[in-house]
């Protein structure tokens, strides 16, 4: 009971850390100095780098969503359908939490590690030595550049997803693109593509926050480093998953016509 009660308390402690650290990040989010050559450096390495592991996922997950969709719904001769019930399953959660997963493991480990890797090796006290703020430095423009390409690699992974849907649908019944797009977006209104996306913006604040204070606590040395990368990772995705769950119940609350 010690040992539970120990590792409880150590992960409520962890939990108000982040807490901190992330409303620290946001009061630095519109607190100068803005540091936009670095946030444009880590949206290229964060986004555009990125690019090529989500649309080859996107690809094979509409490819993946059409047959067992087609599977199921050649049962009740409801192949019509497929195009449309993709879509949806798409842009209002696999492709966002499939997006926030992968960016988690890619971008979050490394967030994880070389900021570790900066903390054992001095590197930030020497910034916070010559009077750099470095947590304004190195965590907040991290955590603007995630929220900006989340969402971005969001529609990269929809649309992608949905040309994967296409490529395998249309392999079995010739259908032509017009009249895939059309019947995917048929039950798709504005609302669920800009609901869907803009969650993704908490996703990636999640992913960075996360990552970023466990880069700035590691210790040890390359052990330290490890476990930081292994951590953001690990909590990343959960973080990412657990507020998955209340973001889409908010969005139901406040858009109703979304879950119908």
């Not at 190195?138 to 649309?159: E, G, S």
Request: proline share 3%.
């Amino acid at each position: 009971m010690e040992r539970v009660g120990t590792v409880a308390l150590g992960g409520l402690a962890l939990v108000g850390a982040l807490a901190t650290w992330g409303a620290r990040a946001l009061v630095g989010l519109v607190q100068p100095p803005y540091e936009w050559r670095e946030v444009l450096r880590h949206l290229y390495h964060f986004g555009y780098r990125s690019a090529p592991l989500i649309l080859a996922a996107g690809f094979a997950i509409g490819v993946v969503l059409s047959m067992h969709t087609r599977a199921s719904l050649e049962r009740f001769g409801a192949e019509a359908m497929i195009p449309a019930g993709l879509a949806i399953a798409l842009i209002r959660e696999t492709g966002p939490l499939t997006a926030g997963l992968l960016v988690a493991g890619r971008v979050g480990a490394g967030i994880g590690a070389e900021l570790g890797a900066m903390r054992v090796s001095e590197q930030i006290d020497a910034l916070e030595a010559t009077a750099v703020d470095a947590f304004q430095y190195l965590a907040v423009t991290r955590i603007v550049a995630l929220m900006v390409a989340m969402p971005l690699l969001t529609i990269m992974m929809d649309f992608s997803g949905i040309a994967g849907g296409f490529v395998a649908e249309t392999a079995v019944s010739g259908m032509s693109w017009q009249q895939y797009f059309e019947r995917s977006f048929a039950f798709i209104g504005y609302v669920d593509i800009i609901a869907a996306t803009l969650k993704t913006v908490v996703f990636g604040f999640l992913i960075a926050v996360v990552s970023s204070y466990l880069g700035f606590a590691a210790r040890r040395g390359t052990e330290g480093v490890g476990d930081a990368s292994t951590s953001s990772v690990v909590l990343g995705s959960l973080f990412i998953i657990l507020s998955d769950v209340i973001l889409v119940k908010l969005i139901f609350f406040f858009y109703p016509v979304v879950s119908g």
